[in-house]
Each structure stands twice: as structure tokens, then as C-alpha cells.
């Protein structure tokens, strides 16, 4: 791709905009107390809101891919998407968390703090355009999320998923690096646009070439959690804290999404009928795993775990397709994901109260008589995350299929139908639950006005974007 290279840091103004937010909020909760703990969460949220305008503003008129730092960063119409999508995801988050934080006092200033770090991470990841900013912003993400996940140490499930996540992401993020060596060695640059093209010069089927391509897509495939490198992901969604389960389930996928995008996509496009072979393989095993597995799930967000596999294994159809319009189908549908497991563990969060947590489908039985609003934003997301018209889930998944059959691959589209309508038997049992089922508890569910509309909203646009979606679908054409 052509890229103008630029002597200012204006292309990475949002970054230092929210560092500079970051460190002015650290400064501030140092002296507050306790009973103005709002204030930090209020200031959080204005931080992701002003960065996300100020990627709005830096993208204004791209017209070519804007470069900083050396050409080790760079700005162009899929930063700019993805950013503004993890920054409304992170600040979304914060605000369907404060009651649920507040009710079991982990309502801290690191909690906010680390989730701002995290997205920082994810800005800088999605920004990558050079090996070293990709895995500084790779470790800066990683190494947050694991803090979230065992933030609240009084559950001992935080800590071991904590735990497992950890070792499994050190031997992901280790295995990475080996493939990012073994690519400096053959090509002698860390550069992604350089790399892709000493790769072409390079001789056809080079081993040295290959072994690192394996070793670059299992990293790629952990970070996403896809088969075979998912085990992780189960244990996470339902070991943390639900507000940290949404910000991983959601926005950390869209940075892994990046990330797969800038080093296969970009710099290993010469390899690419190489590497679609594997990534063939782990979206069948995704769909086959993810929608078989969940069928057998008690715990709502083991189910939603390998809910996100399947899922997953849709998106890496699209990137199967190795071409413009695959890559547009992948982003179409990992931002029509992020909406939707966002609202589904909104939902969870809202049903959750003081040392009680809403994770199995026995909590979700009879909602409809305890909140006919909240349980007809379940179910949508639900239908939705089963593909049924006119909802987003739909489109998302139509477009990625029309994608892979254009490129030849017939079998691979009708195994995703097959498994896809299987997934549909899981989801259709939550809607059940939630109208078909009497209710365990009978007192009604509350929600301060901001988080009931927000929800109402999310949910909303997951119908928008299914009758009307041409304006997003623009926007991820635009984007490659």
C-alpha cells in the first residue's frame, strides 16, 4: 500500500491524547476519596469519548495511509474504524460497570486505569506498521487484560483464569516473537510493508519462510481464540469479572482482529495460499468446536465462550478469502460481534447484584416476567448471534459466505451453514429460558436511566445495521 510518510506525530495524536488523559487521571485518584471514586470513572469515560472524536478528526479526508515514528506507525482507514469501535466498546463497558463495581467494592482507580491502559495497547496494535510497535502494543494490551481478569481477588475462579490466561498468552506472545526472529532473519527488516515485499523475492516454498509462518498464525490464532489455541477462553469469560469478560469478548477481539490483518494480510501477503490452508482448517475446527461444545453448557458464559469460537471461526472465513472484499466481509463482522457480545454480557451485568453473579441459564429463567425490556434485548442479541433476518448477525454472516463462495471455496461455506444452523439450537434454549421458564427470584430488575437506554440503544443497532447496513459496509469496503 502507498503510504505518506510524515515528520509529525499528528497521525498518532489520539494515542498521546489518552496517555496524556491516562497520566492527568492517575494524578487526580491519587487524592481523591472513596466517596468521589465517581469522578475517576467519569473522567474515564470523557478520556474514550474525546480520543475516539480525535481519531475521528485525524482521519478526516484520508485519502492515503498517514506514517509516524520512523514509518513504525501508521494511520489509515482501518485504524481509524477499529479505533473509534474499541474506544465506544471501552467506554460503553465503564458505564454499564459502575453499579457492579460499586456493589462489590472494586470500584478503584486501577480498575479504570488499567482498562485505559488496555486500550491504549489496542490503539497502538491496531497501528502497528513495524514488528516492534506490534508487539509493544500486543504486551501493553495482554498484560492489562490479565491485571482485569484477576482484579477482584476475593473469587478464586478470577485468579486461576488469571493464571491459565497468562501462561497461555506468554507461550502465544513467545511463539509470536519466534516467528517475528525467524521473518527478520530471511528478510532483514522489521517492516511490515518492506517485508511484504522481500518476501515476493524470496524462493517459492522457503522452509525457513513457512516455519514462521506457523508460528505467526498460531499467535494470531490464540489472541482471536481459535481452534486449536481457544482452551483459554472458556475459563476467562467465566472466571472474570463480567465488565473484564465484555472488554475481552469485544474489544480486544477487534485488536486481534488488526493484528491479523496487519501481519497476514500485509506483510505475509505473499504467502498467502500458505497460509489460507491453515486458516482453513482452524475456522472449520472453530465452527465445529464452538457450535457442538456450547450445546452441553450450563454456565451462560461458557456458552458465550464458544459462542465466540464458532464466531471466530466465521471471521477467519472472511480472511480466508484473501482479498479486498473478505477483508471487508471480516471487519463487517467483527464489529457486528463486538456490538453483540457486548449487549449480551450488558444484560449480565445489569442482572448481576452484590455477591451473586448472573452466569447460568437458571438466573436467566423467567426474565420476561421480571423485565420484559431487558429480556427482549436478550433475545435479540441471541437471534442475532443465530443469524436470523432481519438482524445484523444475519447480514454479517451472509456477507462473509458470499466471500468465500466467490473465491471457490463451496464445501468450506456449506459446512458453516451446517454448523451454524446447529449453533442456533443453543441460542434459541437462552430465548427459551428467559420466556418459557418460570423465574427462580421475582423481585424486579432496576437500571439507572443511562445504562437502560444504552442497552436499548445497543440493541437497536443491531437491528439498524440488519435492515439498513449499507453505511457500515461502505465504511469496511473503504477500509482495504
Same mark, same amino acid.
Given at each position: 500500500?502507498?503510504?505518506?510518510?510524515?515528520? !509529525?506525530?499528528?497521525?498518532?495524536?489520539?494515542?498521546?491524547?489518552?496517555?496524556? =488523559?491516562?497520566?492527568?487521571?492517575?494524578?487526580?485518584?491519587?487524592?481523591?476519596?472513596?466517596?468521589?471514586?465517581?469522578?475517576?470513572?467519569?473522567? =474515564?469515560?470523557?478520556?474514550?469519548?474525546?480520543?475516539?472524536?480525535?481519531?475521528?478528526?485525524?482521519?478526516?479526508?484520508?485519502?492515503?495511509? %498517514?506514517?509516524?515514528?520512523?514509518?513504525?506507525?501508521?494511520?489509515?482507514?482501518?485504524?481509524?474504524?477499529?479505533?473509534?469501535?474499541?474506544?465506544?466498546?471501552?467506554?460503553?463497558?465503564? $458505564? &454499564?460497570?459502575?453499579?457492579?463495581?460499586? !456493589?462489590?467494592?472494586?470500584?478503584?482507580?486501577?480498575?479504570?486505569?488499567?482498562? *485505559?491502559? =488496555?486500550?491504549?495497547?489496542?490503539?497502538?496494535?491496531?497501528? #502497528?506498521?513495524?514488528?516492534?510497535?506490534?508487539?509493544?502494543?500486543?504486551?501493553?494490551?495482554?498484560?492489562?487484560? &490479565?491485571?482485569?481478569?484477576?482484579?477482584?481477588?476475593?473469587?478464586?475462579? /478470577?485468579?486461576?483464569?488469571?493464571?491459565?490466561?497468562?501462561?497461555?498468552?506468554?507461550?502465544?506472545?513467545?511463539?509470536?516473537?519466534?516467528?517475528? !526472529? $525467524?521473518? &527478520?532473519?530471511?528478510?532483514?527488516?522489521?517492516?511490515?510493508?518492506? %517485508?511484504?515485499?522481500?518476501?515476493?523475492?524470496?524462493?517459492?516454498?522457503?522452509?525457513?519462510?513457512?516455519?514462521?509462518?506457523?508460528?505467526?498464525?498460531?499467535?494470531?490464532?490464540?489472541?482471536?481464540?481459535?481452534?486449536?489455541?481457544?482452551?483459554?477462553?472458556?475459563?476467562?469469560?467465566?472466571?472474570?469479572?463480567?465488565?473484564?469478560?465484555?472488554?475481552?469478548?469485544?474489544? /480486544?477481539?477487534? @485488536?486481534?482482529?488488526?493484528?491479523?490483518?496487519?501481519?497476514? @494480510?500485509?506483510?505475509?501477503?505473499?504467502?498467502?495460499?500458505?497460509?489460507?490452508?491453515?486458516?482453513?482448517?482452524?475456522?472449520?475446527?472453530?465452527?465445529?468446536?464452538?457450535?457442538?461444545?456450547?450445546?452441553?453448557?450450563?454456565?451462560?458464559?461458557?456458552?458465550? #465462550?464458544?459462542?465466540?469460537?464458532?464466531?471466530?471461526?466465521?471471521?477467519?472465513?472472511?480472511?480466508?478469502?484473501?482479498?479486498?472484499?473478505? &477483508?471487508?466481509?471480516?471487519?463487517?463482522? $467483527?464489529?457486528?460481534?463486538?456490538?453483540?457480545?457486548?449487549?449480551?454480557?450488558?444484560?449480565?451485568?445489569?442482572? =448481576?447484584?452484590?455477591?451473586?453473579? @448472573?452466569?447460568?441459564?437458571?438466573?436467566?429463567?423467567?426474565?420476561?416476567?421480571?423485565?420484559?425490556? *431487558?429480556?427482549?434485548?436478550?433475545?435479540?442479541?441471541?437471534?442475532?448471534?443465530?443469524?436470523?433476518?432481519?438482524?445484523?448477525?444475519?447480514?454479517?454472516?451472509?456477507?462473509?459466505?458470499?466471500?468465500?463462495?466467490?473465491?471457490?471455496?463451496?464445501?468450506?461455506?456449506?459446512?458453516?451453514?451446517?454448523?451454524?444452523?446447529?449453533?442456533?439450537?443453543?441460542?434459541?434454549?437462552?430465548?427459551?429460558?428467559?420466556?418459557?421458564?418460570?423465574?427462580?427470584?421475582? @423481585?424486579?430488575?432496576?437500571?439507572?436511566?443511562?445504562?437502560?437506554?444504552?442497552?436499548?440503544?445497543?440493541?437497536?443497532?443491531?437491528?439498524?445495521?440488519?435492515?439498513?447496513?449499507?453505511? *457500515?459496509?461502505?465504511?469496511?469496503? *473503504?477500509?482495504?
Amino acid at each position: 500500500m502507498d503510504m505518506t510518510s510524515t515528520g !509529525s506525530f499528528w497521525p498518532a495524536a489520539p494515542e498521546i491524547l489518552l496517555l496524556a =488523559s491516562l497520566c492527568g487521571i492517575l494524578v487526580i485518584d491519587l487524592f481523591l476519596p472513596p466517596r468521589w471514586r465517581h469522578l475517576t470513572h467519569n473522567l =474515564s469515560v470523557m478520556a474514550l469519548a474525546a480520543t475516539a472524536a480525535a481519531v475521528l478528526k485525524a482521519g478526516q479526508g484520508l485519502e492515503a495511509p %498517514l506514517t509516524a515514528f520512523s514509518g513504525m506507525f501508521v494511520l489509515d482507514r482501518l485504524a481509524v474504524v477499529l479505533k473509534v469501535a474499541v474506544c465506544l466498546v471501552s467506554g460503553v463497558m465503564l $458505564i &454499564y460497570a459502575r453499579d457492579y463495581l460499586r !456493589s462489590r467494592q472494586l470500584d478503584q482507580g486501577e480498575f479504570y486505569l488499567l482498562t *485505559l491502559f =488496555s486500550t491504549l495497547g489496542m490503539m497502538v496494535l491496531i497501528s #502497528a506498521a513495524h514488528f516492534i510497535t506490534l508487539y509493544l502494543g500486543l504486551e501493553l494490551m495482554s498484560l492489562s487484560l &490479565y491485571a482485569l481478569v484477576a482484579f477482584n481477588r476475593d473469587r478464586m475462579l /478470577s485468579a486461576e483464569a488469571a493464571m491459565k490466561y497468562f501462561v497461555l498468552g506468554a507461550i502465544a506472545s513467545g511463539m509470536l516473537l519466534y516467528g517475528m !526472529s $525467524i521473518l &527478520y532473519g530471511v528478510t532483514g527488516t522489521l517492516q511490515l510493508d518492506e %517485508l511484504a515485499l522481500r518476501i515476493v523475492n524470496q524462493p517459492v516454498g522457503s522452509l525457513p519462510l513457512l516455519l514462521a509462518m506457523t508460528f505467526v498464525a498460531a499467535g494470531v490464532a490464540f489472541k482471536l481464540g481459535a481452534v486449536p489455541f481457544h482452551n483459554w477462553m472458556p475459563d476467562v469469560y467465566q472466571g472474570a469479572s463480567a465488565p473484564v469478560a465484555l472488554l475481552v469478548a469485544s474489544a /480486544s477481539k477487534l @485488536a486481534a482482529f488488526a493484528m491479523a490483518i496487519r501481519l497476514l @494480510a500485509e506483510g505475509l501477503e505473499g504467502l498467502a495460499s500458505d497460509w489460507r490452508q491453515l486458516l482453513m482448517v482452524m475456522a472449520v475446527l472453530s465452527l465445529a468446536i464452538g457450535s457442538v461444545v456450547a450445546i452441553a453448557q450450563t454456565n451462560v458464559r461458557r456458552l458465550l #465462550a464458544y459462542s465466540a469460537i464458532a464466531n471466530i471461526g466465521f471471521l477467519l472465513l472472511g480472511v480466508l478469502a484473501a482479498n479486498p472484499v473478505g &477483508y471487508a466481509s471480516a471487519l463487517f463482522y $467483527i464489529l457486528i460481534y463486538a456490538l453483540m457480545a457486548m449487549g449480551a454480557f450488558g444484560v449480565l451485568i445489569l442482572m =448481576s447484584r452484590a455477591g451473586h453473579e @448472573a452466569e447460568t441459564l437458571d438466573d436467566l429463567k423467567g426474565l420476561n416476567n421480571r423485565s420484559p425490556w *431487558l429480556a427482549a434485548v436478550l433475545a435479540l442479541f441471541m437471534f442475532s448471534m443465530a443469524g436470523v433476518p432481519p438482524t445484523a448477525g444475519f447480514y454479517a454472516k451472509l456477507l462473509v459466505l458470499d466471500a468465500v463462495m466467490e473465491q471457490g471455496f463451496g464445501l468450506v461455506a456449506v459446512l458453516a451453514v451446517v454448523f451454524a444452523v446447529i449453533s442456533a439450537f443453543y441460542y434459541l434454549k437462552v430465548v427459551w429460558q428467559l420466556y418459557f421458564e418460570a423465574p427462580l427470584e421475582s @423481585a424486579p430488575l432496576t437500571a439507572s436511566p443511562d445504562v437502560r437506554w444504552l442497552l436499548i440503544v445497543n440493541g437497536g443497532l443491531v437491528l439498524v445495521f440488519g435492515i439498513m447496513p449499507e453505511q *457500515l459496509i461502505r465504511a469496511c469496503l *473503504l477500509a482495504f
